[in-house]
C-alpha cells in the first residue's frame, strides 16, 4: 500500500506512512463489531448479521449517517490477527454471516485474515458501490454476497454529494463485476441468502427522477433475477451537518412510493422500507463493542 489504489480514487498516497483519501491508513481501524439486525430480512435473520463496521471511506458522502466512522474515522486499531477473531467470534455469537461494512481500503488486510481461516459461513462486503472492477475481482470466492449502493444515476449530483463525478459508471461497471461472481441470488432452506447481490437504493429528497433513472438503468443492464433490489426510504439529516437546502428534509411518501412503483414496472424482487426508518436511533453506537 506505498501508493493505493484500491478504490477509484486511485490517490496513489503512501497509506502506511498517511491517510489516503478514505481517511486512513494502511492499520485496520474497526468501530464495531457485533450482531445486527437491521440488515434486509434474508441477511439479518432471527439470529443477526455478524457486522464489522470499518473506519474511513473511499466517497464520504456529505449526508452519511455514519459519518462519525467514516469522516472522521472514528475507530479502534486492530491487527490482522484480531480481526480474524473477531470473525470467529461472531459465528460463535450465532451469527448467520459476516458482514463487512465500508471494507474497501482495507482489502489486502481483510484477505490476510481470511486466510488465518474463516467460519463456515457466507461473506457479505457491504459496500457504497464505488469499487474498483480490478480489487473485486481479487476477492473472487472469498465473498458469496455483495451488497452495494447504486447512488446516483447522474455525474453532476454525485460530484455535489460525494465529490465523484464518475461515479454512475463506476458503479454499473463494479456491480456488472459482483453479478458474474455470484450469479444470481441462491437461498438456504431457512430463507437466508447465501450467495447473490442485494442492490440498495437510498431515495434522496428532491431527486425521485434520479432513483428512477437508476431503476431504467439497471433494467437496462441486468436481467430481473441476476439482483435484488432494496430500496430505502431512512435518510436521515443529521444534526451538526451544513447540507446544502434540498438535503435538510426527510424524504416524502410519494417520492419514495414512485420509485418502488418504478422498481415493481421494471420486474425486480427485492425490499422496501418501513418510512418509520428514517430516525438517528437507527444509526449504531460507535463504542467498539466487540473489537
Not at 412510493?257 to 418501513?274: H, K, P, R, Y
Request: proline letters at 6%.
Amino acid at each position: 500500500m506505498s501508493g493505493c489504489r484500491l478504490c477509484p480514487r486511485s490517490c496513489g498516497i503512501d497509506r502506511s506512512r498517511t491517510p489516503g483519501y478514505c481517511g486512513v491508513t494502511s492499520t485496520l481501524r474497526v468501530a464495531r463489531a457485533a450482531l445486527h439486525h437491521w440488515e434486509e430480512p434474508c441477511i439479518s435473520g432471527e439470529r443477526g448479521s455478524g457486522t464489522v463496521f470499518f473506519s474511513g471511506c473511499p466517497l464520504r458522502c456529505i449526508f452519511c449517517q455514519n459519518h462519525e466512522i467514516s469522516t472522521h474515522s472514528l475507530g479502534r486499531e486492530i491487527t490482522t490477527a484480531r480481526l480474524s477473531e473477531i470473525f470467529h467470534e461472531l459465528a460463535e455469537a450465532g451469527a448467520h454471516n459476516i458482514n463487512l461494512v465500508s471494507p474497501t481500503q482495507y482489502t489486502p488486510q481483510i484477505l490476510e485474515a481470511m486466510e488465518m481461516g474463516m467460519p463456515d459461513l457466507p461473506v457479505v462486503w457491504n459496500t457504497g458501490g464505488y469499487e474498483k472492477v480490478d480489487t473485486l475481482r481479487t476477492l473472487a470466492g472469498r465473498v458469496d454476497i455483495y451488497l452495494p449502493d447504486f447512488k446516483y444515476a447522474f455525474s453532476d449530483t454525485a460530484a455535489r454529494y460525494s465529490c465523484a463525478p464518475d461515479y454512475p459508471e463506476v458503479a454499473l461497471a463494479a456491480i456488472g463485476e459482483m453479478v458474474s461472481q455470484t450469479g444470481k441470488p441462491q437461498f438456504g432452506e431457512d430463507g437466508m441468502l447465501k450467495r447473490g447481490v442485494i442492490l440498495r437504493h437510498l431515495v434522496l429528497p428532491g431527486h425521485r427522477k434520479e432513483s428512477i433513472e437508476i431503476i431504467r438503468r439497471l433494467a437496462a443492464t441486468f436481467s430481473p433475477d441476476d439482483i435484488l433490489l432494496s430500496i430505502m426510504s431512512q435518510y436521515t439529516p443529521y444534526e451538526g451537518c451544513e447540507l446544502p437546502p434540498e438535503l435538510r428534509r426527510r424524504v416524502c411518501s410519494y417520492e419514495y412510493d414512485s420509485v418502488v412503483e418504478a422498481a415493481v414496472d421494471a420486474g425486480f424482487g427485492g425490499f422496501m422500507q418501513d418510512r418509520r426508518s428514517a430516525k438517528e436511533e437507527y444509526t449504531p453506537d460507535w463504542d467498539f463493542s466487540g473489537v
